[in-house]
C-alpha cells in the first residue's frame, strides 16, 4: 500500500482555488494528485508520468472524482515544453520525488533488493540502459564515481572491485546477486548499521534513470512556467535531490549581492521569488509510515 508522504502539506501550501491550473509532475500511483482534483473543481490538472503501470493505476481513481485532467506520458524532464503547448503559466506545481512503494515491491521491476528478480530499474520501461548495464559494462571508475556521488557510500570502491571481479566470472543477472556481492564488500560493523546494498542500489537507479540532472533541469523550467503569486512545492527523500533544490531556490529568491545591503533594493533587481516554506514531515507521520524520515518539503512563490 502506498501512502504519500507529506501529503496535507504539500496539498496546503499549493494554495490553490476552485479555477487553479495545477502541475502534479509525478503522477504515481495518484495520492497527491486524487487530493489537488478534489480542490479544484473549476481548474485543471496536467499530470506527468513516464511509467506506464502507474498511469494504468491512477487513471480510473482521478475519474472517480472528476474529467478536468490530463495524463501527460513522458519524464517530467518535458515539462515546459508539454505545458506551453498547452496553457501560458500555470497556479501551481508538485514534484513529489520519492520512488513509490508499488514500484519497489513489484519485483520484477528491479529496485528492491529485498525481492530476487533481473536487474532493471527503469522508470520508463521503454528506454535500454537498465542496472543490469551500469552493472555488467560500466568500468571500475565509473562505479566508483556513481557509488560515492550518488550512493554517498564510503566503502563505494571495495564494493565496486567486488561487483568487477564477480563479473569477470559471469554477468551479475539479479537483485539478490548483486545485494549478496555487495554485503561481502563491506566490513561485518557496516552491515549491522543498515542493509549495505541500500545506498548502492540508490545511486544506481540514480544513474539509469538520470534522475538529478533531469530534476535540475524540471525545476528551472518550473520557475519559468509559474504565475505570479504561484506556487513550487518539492518534497525530495535524500540529500542530493534536496541540494539541487536547496541551491536553485536560494539563488532565484536572493538579491544580487552587492546590493544586499542597500536600505532599498531597486524594484527591477528585487528577486522574482521569495521561498514560503522549508519543512520536515511530523513525528506521527514518521512513526506511521516508515518511509517518511528522510523527507523534506521546500515551496517557493513568485513575487
Known sequence: MHESVLLTESIDYLNLNKASIVVDCTLGYGGHSSHILKKIPNGFLYAFDQDS???????????????????????FVNLKEEITKRIDKVDGILFDLGVSSPQLDEADRGFSFHKDSKLDMRMNQNQ???AYDVVNTYPLNKLIQIFKTYGEEKYAKSIALGITKEREKAPIETTLQLAEIIKQNVPEKYRKKSHPARKVFQAIRIEVNDELNVFEKALKDALNIIKPKGRICVITFHSLEDRICKQIFKQVSTPPKELQNLPVIPDEYK???KIIANIKPKDSEISHNNRARSARLRVIERS
Open 271 to 273: 528577486p522574482k521569488y
Open 128 to 130: 535500454s540502459l537498465t
Open 53 to 75: 503501470e502507474a498511469i494504468k493505476k491512477a487513471n480510473p481513481k482521478l475519474k472517480a472524482i472528476g474529467n478536468n485532467y490530463e495524463i501527460i506520458n513522458t519524464n
